[in-house]
T-cell receptor
Framework: SAVISQKPSRDICQRGTSLTIQCQVDSQVTMMFWYRQQPGQSLTLIATANQGSEATYESGFVIDKFPISRPNLTFSTLTVSNMSPEDSSIYLC???????????FGPGTRLTVL | QKEVEQNSGPLSVPEGAIASLNCTYSDRGSQSFFWYRQYSGKSPELIMFIYSNGDKEDGRFTAQLNKASQYVSLLIRDSQPSDSATYLCAGTLAGGTSYGKLTFGQGTILTVHP
């Protein structure tokens, strides 16, 4: 499986600010995704990060709030903009790999907004 | 109705017993199903995937899929305290804009007590 790293691993931010989370994969992958896991909850897909084109967002998530970049096949960023305490969550990137398109997750970024 | 639902937990089993985790899904177009294990404070780890009707075994784990009943399960034989975690069921559609996207159930907390 692909090795995925995320930076930062955690951060504490003030409301109204923005944070950019980086996701780096050790091999080229076709599909990259960003998920959110709110405290005590399951995972919710934010968007699919498309290489060379705009990300595809799920219902309830918009580009102005969660801009995503994917400049190449091994790297993506997710920005959480104009943060509020409700954005406090774990943000995870994932990639598909293998002949059965298994999906693997990065270690996550734990965000706390005060 | 949620697209992927897991049996309500938490589930507690004695060491050495079989733990049975269940999941139903609403979209008949769902193609593949994945079971993830998530330890507290960690990201989800892929345990099993299944896309054909029937059983699939890997060590102490057996995944079962019944597409007619829209039912997926995970059996853990000879449960160990180290199996104590949250288990997440996820399904994916194939093709089109849904390709590779995972929809997660709410998770089932499993505790294996000595």
């Amino acid at each position: 499986s692909a090795v995925i790293s995320q930076k930062p691993s955690r951060d504490i931010c003030q409301r109204g600010t923005s944070l950019t989370i980086q996701c780096q994969v050790d091999s080229q992958v076709t599909m990259m995704f960003w998920y959110r896991q709110q405290p005590g909850q399951s995972l919710t897909l934010i968007a699919t990060a498309n290489q060379g084109s705009e990300a595809t967002y799920e219902s309830g998530f918009v580009i102005d709030k969660f801009p995503i970049s994917r400049p190449n096949l091994t790297f993506s960023t997710l920005t959480v903009s104009n943060m509020s305490p409700e954005d406090s969550s774990i943000y995870l990137c994932s990639v598909t790999s293998g002949i059965n398109n298994e999906q693997f997750f990065g270690p996550g970024t734990r965000l706390t907004v005060l | 109705q949620k697209e992927v639902e897991q049996n309500s937990g938490p589930l507690s089993v004695p060491e050495g017993a079989i733990a049975s985790l269940n999941c139903t899904y609403s979209d008949r177009g769902s193609q593949s199903f994945f079971w993830y294990r998530q330890y507290s404070g960690k990201s989800p780890e892929l345990i099993m995937f299944i896309y054909s009707n029937g059983d699939k075994e890997d060590g102490r784990f057996t995944a079962q899929l019944n597409k007619a009943s829209q039912y997926v399960s995970l059996l853990i034989r000879d449960s160990q305290p180290s199996d104590s975690a949250t288990y997440l069921c996820a399904g994916t559609l194939a093709g089109g804009t849904s390709y590779g996207k995972l929809t997660f159930g709410q998770g089932t907390i499993l505790t294996v007590h000595p």
